[in-house]
């Protein structure tokens, strides 16, 4: 009796051992995701450009036999000799499912404000599967950091060059102002107005000033007659001088 009750437990945990091994692990693990980051194709030597947008494409493939979720698209700048942490790019998120064996292509836009030269550029791709979120790297490789190209049409650039102009404009005429000593005006005296000396006299519309006429005119001259009665010639007074007489003659009656 002993011996078959010893039999049957060893044939139990056999069993048991063997439903163990045999069994697939409760834990499934992580979805075999793919992702590839490349620039367009004109810009073929990988520029980044200060202060612009710049793009890169994603692709993502799901090999699995799972749904997944991309959750987000990030990444980071390093130096190129001692990969030393120069910046991280802040991550874009996009949560678009991903079903089992599809694939898909995510724009990504960075922006960058370093010095030119080289750096190197690392993204990735997190995703979510049963809830755990698992991350891939799509992208590991050297850039080159570079300046905006001028332009004539750029208005910020013109806008620029005012702001400078004038200022150095206005620093030069205050220079020339302060140190370049400026030519003194020289006053001139304003000329007098002879003023008529004496009384001015003036009889109606046809008025006269007596201090401009000859005092001769005011005078009588005497006249010498002849035997015959009748003035020389030198005596005769013109009629000019009668009507000058007789006008201060009124004038002193009044």
């Given at each position: 009796m002993r011996f078959e009750s010893f039999v049957g437990f060893g044939a139990g945990v056999l069993a048991l051992c063997h439903m163990a091994i045999?069994?697939?692990?409760?834990?499934?693990?992580?979805?075999?995701?793919?992702?590839?980051?490349?620039?367009?194709?004109?810009?073929?030597?990988?520029?980044?450009?200060?202060?612009?947008?710049?793009?890169?494409?994603?692709?993502?493939?799901?090999?699995?036999?799972?749904?997944?979720?991309?959750?987000s698209i990030g990444g980071s700048f390093h130096q190129v000799d001692s990969n030393k942490l120069v910046k991280n790019i802040t991550a874009v998120p996009y949560k678009v499912p991903l079903l089992e064996g599809s694939k898909l292509q995510l724009p990504f836009n960075f922006h960058s404000e370093f010095r030119p030269g080289d750096l190197r550029l690392t993204l990735?791709?997190?995703?979510?599967?049963?809830?755990?979120?698992?991350?891939?790297?799509?992208?590991?490789?050297?850039?080159?950091?570079?300046?905006?190209?001028?332009?004539?049409?750029?208005?910020k650039l013109w806008l620029t060059?005012?702001?400078?102009?004038?200022?150095?404009?206005?620093?030069?005429?205050?220079?020339?102002?302060?140190?370049?000593?400026?030519?003194?005006?020289?006053?001139?005296?304003?000329?007098?107005?002879?003023?008529?000396?004496g009384t001015v006299t003036a009889t109606g519309a046809g008025g006269y000033q007596e201090e401009w006429i000859p005092?001769?005119?005011?005078?009588k001259p005497k006249t010498r007659r002849t035997k015959s009665g009748a003035?020389?010639?030198g005596d005769e007074t013109s009629g000019a001088e009668v009507s000058m007489s007789e006008v201060r003659k009124r004038k002193g009656k009044k």
């Open positions: 045999s069994s697939p692990l409760s834990s499934p693990g992580q979805p075999e995701i793919v992702a590839v980051a490349a620039f367009p194709e004109d810009n073929a030597f990988h520029h980044v450009v200060n202060g612009q947008k710049n793009n890169i494409f994603v692709t993502i493939e799901n090999k699995s036999d799972r749904n997944v979720t991309v959750q990735w791709v997190d995703h979510v599967a049963d809830g755990e979120t698992s991350r891939v790297h799509a992208y590991e490789s050297v850039v080159t950091i570079v300046e905006p190209e001028g332009s004539w049409l750029d208005w060059y005012a702001i400078v102009s004038a200022g150095l404009g206005g620093l030069g005429y205050y220079t020339y102002l302060t140190f370049i000593p400026q030519p003194k005006k020289r006053k001139t005296a304003p000329s007098a107005v002879s003023a008529p000396v005092e001769h005119h005011f005078k003035a020389t010639s």
